[in-house]
């Protein structure tokens, strides 16, 4: 199975910041990489795929790039709504495979 | 629009058998694909596996073969079943839609479900 390290862990920023999580791939995944956002009790939720592509209805603020086999994920302007939990994932190869998750808090 | 819905128990017992229906609207199960992804408490996310919507299922091996994954076209609902529970199947089980259907296998999910906890207790 494709691993993902996903970093950091946790991380805590102030509204109108940027921040940036990141996601690495045990191997070539060839841009299939996914962001999702998830808030407490909620399910995830789609921000990007195929590493940069925005989602419909996602605020441009969410973007993703990528660096070989390292992906990231930027949130610019921090907005208090953007307090939650972010986690990548390869849609390469099955099974597919999660990051760990970065949660986000605002200050 | 585009809906999932999770039904199941809260509680199993140890070594017995989970049973969760994913029933959904605002399109066909024979177009488009539904998975099966978990999340322990506080943990992060786990691919279980698909039913196709030619009809056949893919697992993780991870579950070996103790889950089985089905449907009901006319009902249109999906079926989850797995045996031999343990503690560390305690999780919130989500069903989840691919965003394109047809011949599209590829597992990036734009529809969720709510999801729906399950606890295994001895």
């Known amino acids: 199975d494709i691993q993902m390290t996903q970093s950091p862990a946790s991380l805590s920023a102030s509204l109108g910041e940027t921040v940036t999580i990141e996601c690495l791939a045990s191997e070539d995944i060839y841009s299939n990489l996914a962001w999702y956002q998830q808030k407490p009790g909620k399910s995830p939720q789609l921000l990007i795929y195929?590493?940069?592509s925005l989602q419909d209805g996602v605020p441009s603020r969410f973007s993703g790039s990528e660096s070989g086999t390292q992906y990231s994920l930027e949130i610019n302007s921090l907005q208090s709504e953007d307090a939650a939990t972010y986690f990548c994932q390869q849609h390469h190869d099955y099974p597919p495979t999660f990051g760990a998750g970065t949660k986000l808090e605002l200050k | 629009q585009v809906q999932l819905k999770e039904t199941g128990p809260d509680l199993v017992q140890l070594t017995q058998t989970l049973s969760i229906t994913c029933t959904v609207s605002g399109f066909s199960l024979t177009t488009y694909n539904v998975h099966w992804v978990r999340q322990p408490p506080g943990k992060g996310l786990e691919w279980m596996g698909a039913?196709?919507?030619?009809?056949?299922?893919d697992y993780n091996s991870a579950f070996k073969s103790r889950l089985s994954i089905s449907r009901d076209t006319s009902k249109s609902q999906v079926f989850l079943k797995m045996n031999s529970l343990q503690t560390d199947d305690t999780a919130k089980y989500f069903c989840?839609?691919?965003?394109?259907?047809?011949?599209?296998?590829?597992?990036?999910?734009?529809?969720w479900g709510q999801g729906t906890l399950v606890t295994v207790s001895s």
């Open positions: 195929d590493a940069s």
């Open positions: 989840a839609r691919q965003k394109d259907g047809g011949y599209s296998r590829d597992p990036w999910f734009a529809y």
């Open positions: 039913m196709w919507n030619g009809g056949g299922t």
